[in-house]
């Protein structure tokens, strides 16, 4: 099992996706309004424009600001043009040079 980057800095475990598609469609309009109603929507668009719903095996539907080509690409182990995969900023290089030595 992997995890799959669904924007900012969100991720999904790959063998839970059954489905990416596009929001544009009216039963894709319809399929996300009822998951709403029944409290099984996922909103990790960050205020942005949904661009891909991701339908898991869990019947939730999760609303990414990622387009669904990018998702799939990222799916199948592809780099996207884009992909940040080394964000290490938390980690800070030792270059010898202490202060307090």
Not at 7 to 15: E, H, K, R, S
Not at 34 to 55: E, F, L, N, Q
Not at 82 to 99: L, P
Request: one cysteine or more; charged letters at 30%.
């Amino acid at each position: 099992m992997k995890f799959i980057n669904i924007g900012f800095g969100n991720m999904v475990a790959d063998i839970r996706i059954v489905a990416i598609a596009s929001p544009e469609s009216a039963p894709i309009k319809r399929l996300v309004q009822d998951a709403r109603d029944a409290g099984r929507v996922i909103d990790v668009s960050c205020g942005r424009r949904t661009r891909a719903v991701i339908v898991t095996d869990s019947d939730h539907i999760i609303l990414s600001a990622i387009q669904s080509e990018t998702i799939a690409s990222r799916l199948h182990g592809e780099n996207s043009p884009g992909d940040d995969i080394s964000e290490d900023t938390d980690t800070e290089k030792d270059t010898g040079n202490d202060k307090d030595a």
